[in-house]
Nanobody
Framework: VQLQASGGGLVQAGGSLKLSCAAA????????ISWFRQAPGKEREGISC????????NYAESTKGRFTISSDNAKNTVYLQMSSLKPEDSAIYYC?????????????????WGQGTLVTVSS
């Protein structure tokens, strides 16, 4: 089982980045994939989730209207398009998978985690 997160980098405030999460080794369409982030000294927070089977999505209030989660089922990949980035969006971004429809942002309900990709937004 593998989740590979990529696409992080350094961007100026107001800019955009697109993160990718490539999955392998589990039945992709039976799972939901979420993006979490963790800034230094802060707890890991869930920011967006997509159900692969029906495409339903949800977002944390802090990212609504700026971030868009999507999936390419043919490539077993989930994307997070981030726009209008702010310095407070700087964090390590992780993708994680769960087959529990009630997982939400409950970290313990996620089975597999990617290694994280660093996003730095300069002011």
């Amino acid at each position: 089982v593998q989740l590979q997160a990529s696409g992080g980098g350094l961007v100026q405030a107001g800019g955009s980045l697109k993160l990718s999460c490539a999955a392998a080794g589990f039945p992709f369409e039976d799972y939901a994939i979420s993006w979490f982030r963790q800034a230094p000294g802060k707890e890991r927070e869930g920011i967006s989730c997509i159900s692969i089977s029906d495409g339903s999505t949800n977002y944390a209030e802090s990212t609504k209207g700026r971030f868009t989660i999507s999936s390419d089922n043919a490539k077993n990949t989930v994307y997070l398009q981030m726009s209008s980035l702010k310095p407070e969006d700087s964090a390590i971004y992780y993708c994680a998978s769960t087959n529990n429809p009630l997982a939400g942002s409950r970290i313990r309900m996620y089975d597999y985690w990617g290694q994280g990709t660093l996003v730095t937004v300069s002011s």
